[in-house]
């Protein structure tokens, strides 16, 4: 199983998106000063917005770019609050 993630900062509000096979050590990492050396640290603390299992690791980065391409933070909204968006969008990478 895999996971496409997307972040929210508690400082800025901003949006991180991701994939992952372990949710709970990706969030780790992202709000570790130690061990984030990415460009997510200086926005720590970060929270899920979002999540989306999936079956595999290839729709994961799939499902991952085509959120990126995207560009919206209404996309990220809409994406939340639909879930037939979120089903929609799994089975066409699937």
Known sequence: MHFVYIL???KDQSFYIGHTSNLTERLEYHNSKELNIGRTKRKIPWEYFLYLEVPNKTAA????????????IQYLVNLKKYPEMRESLINRFL
Do not use: D
């Not at 799939?62 to 995207?70: C, D, N, S, T, V």
């Open 61 to 72: 980065i799939k499902i991952e770019r085509h959120i990126k391409r995207m560009k919206s």
């Open 8 to 10: 929210q900062s508690k």
